[in-house]
């Protein structure tokens, strides 16, 4: 059973943390691949994984509820048994170690690509291992603490989406729904996967000091992650024409190009600078949560030993396989289908055993 005194996290931590892991690298390739899909009707497919993402949201809450004090490791062990449960715990650690490997490579691709080409990704990722290895150490009080403050000192960038908009054509996004509804649906599968980071909650709610308050916490950190989506796509649709913002790889930096000041040259490299904090709150949690799952598995409670495994092999994998933007991208797509599965199947699945499992356990006593 996991400790949660002296580590509790308060109601904005708990929703930060989630809507950190959601503010992932996807958001920057996000209007491209809804308009591939959608058009510009893609922020309407966002509007819909949103409803999905807070509905599987509340189902994981719920479930949680029936095992308040402990992580989704613990109520597996405590439904199923002890074999199931530690199988189950090693099908979440390669969950989030696949999560966590596959965003920290692509933060490293995207680096070398906008910021220092010449520099060799292992050295990137050997760079941005000190700073997560300082964090993830912790535990989830320090994780929390630490997304309220990137939330805060970064928020003020959103505003910055809001000046091109002087040269925007809002006939772009018109007429709505103009090949019907089936491109929207076929792009909910991106918006639903763009959502991804809430089954954290999973692990966060025997942390919280209110739990009474997750279900309001979790609709709020999934509304905030959907107005800033929504603000980036948006504003993407109206500069862009529809067929011009399919040719960028990642129109939410290359928006920005055309924010100029008389002292700064290049702005959007530097805001993509400062982006590197939200993209750390992104994968300092799933790094966190792999760790310390595969902690629980061994039987200890510190999880310093795992993290440094981690990190080294993500150096070494990385040194003897350097992965390019298109070998990236494929391991974006097969992680998709990872994420819609332990994020949507998965909940849905325990959240109906639960509830027959309790009507079985009220007939047999009564």
């Not at 910021?115 to 994780?143: C, G, S």
């Not at 950190?221 to 862009?240: G, K, Q, R, Y």
Request: hydrophobic share 55%; charged share 15%.
């Amino acid at each position: 059973m996991i400790q949660a005194k002296g580590k509790e996290i308060s109601f904005v931590q708990f929703i930060l943390l989630i809507h950190g892991v959601q503010m992932g690298v996807g958001v920057l390739t996000l209007p491209r691949d809804l308009a591939e899909k959608a058009g510009t009707d893609g922020w309407i497919s966002l509007i819909i994984g949103w409803f999905i993402s807070v509905t599987s949201s509340l189902i994981i809450i719920q479930i949680m509820k029936r095992h308040p004090n402990g992580t989704i490791l613990d109520l597996l062990t405590f439904y199923f048994g002890k074999w199931i449960g530690k199988i189950g715990g090693f099908i979440f650690v390669l969950y989030f170690s696949i999560l966590a490997f596959v965003t920290f490579t692509r933060e490293a691709v995207f680096i070398q690509a906008w910021i220092l080409p010449r520099t060799k990704l292992y050295m990137l990722i050997l760079l941005l291992a000190i700073p997560t290895y300082l964090l993830a150490r912790n535990n989830v009080q320090i994780l929390g603490r630490y997304s309220v403050v990137v939330f805060f000192m970064t928020l003020w960038t959103i505003i910055l989406y809001l000046i091109p908009l002087k040269d925007a054509r809002w006939l772009y996004l018109l007429p709505i729904l103009k090949e019907g509804w089936y491109p929207v649906i076929s792009a909910v599968k991106t918006t639903i996967f763009t959502f991804v980071g809430f089954e954290i909650a999973f692990f966060l709610y025997p942390f919280l000091q209110n739990k009474k308050s997750a279900s309001i916490g979790v609709i709020i950190a999934n509304t905030i992650s959907m107005f800033a989506f929504l603000i980036i796509t948006i504003v993407s649709f109206a500069f862009f024409s529809p067929d011009e913002i399919t040719q960028y790889n990642e129109p939410t930096i290359t928006i920005l190009k055309v924010i100029e000041f008389s002292f700064i040259e290049r702005l959007e490299v530097v805001l993509f600078a400062f982006y590197l904090f939200v993209m750390s709150s992104t994968v300092v949690p799933l790094i966190f949560m792999s760790v310390v799952s595969t902690s629980w598995l061994l039987g200890k409670e510190d999880h310093t030993k795992p993290l440094c495994w981690f990190l080294v092999f993500m150096v070494i994998y990385v040194f003897c396989f350097p992965p390019s933007l298109n070998i990236d991208v494929e391991w974006q797509k097969g992680v998709q289908y990872l994420g819609l599965i332990f994020a949507y199947a998965i909940p849905i699945g325990l959240w109906a055993f639960v509830l027959i499992h309790g009507l079985f356990k009220r007939r047999a006593t009564s």
